[in-house]
């Protein structure tokens, strides 16, 4: 069992910046790797970001490249997404999620927490 719960989320204005936190607990092999993942509004959840919680590799969705940053505090157990020059599109509900495998589909993830709201407005 692995239980997650994000933090961080709000209100912005465009061009802002906002950092959105991960705390994670439980079995450490069934979070091999841990993911960002987002729903816009009458959207399907997509993809954002991922980090190997041991090794700190990472992945991004083109549209977040460059302005999104996944790290990891080991100490703390805490998964971070730091998202900066936000645009009005990445307004969604932001889900971290845990996996035992490298992946970035959402199907790979078994443990989610349950979101946060990120408004970015114009």
């Known amino acids: 069992q692995v239980l997650l719960g994000e933090s961080g989320g709000g209100l912005v204005q465009a061009g802002g910046s906002l950092r959105l936190s991960c705390a994670a607990s439980?079995?450490?092999?069934?979070?091999?790797?841990m993911g960002w993942f987002r729903q816009p509004p009458g959207k399907e959840r997509e993809f954002v970001a991922r980090?190997?919680?041991?090794?700190?590799?990472?992945a991004y969705a083109d549209s977040v490249k460059g302005r999104f940053t996944i790290s990891r505090d080991n100490a703390k157990n805490t998964v971070y997404l730091r998202m900066n020059s936000l645009r009005p599109e990445d307004t969604a509900v932001y889900y971290c999620?845990?996996?035992?495998?490298?992946?970035?589909?959402?199907?790979?993830?078994?443990?989610w927490g349950q979101g946060t709201q990120v408004t970015v407005s114009s």
């Open positions: 439980g079995r450490t092999d069934s979070r091999y790797a």
């Open positions: 999620a845990a996996s035992s495998r490298v992946s970035t589909k959402i199907d790979d993830y078994a443990y």
């Open positions: 980090i190997i919680w041991s090794a700190g590799y990472t």
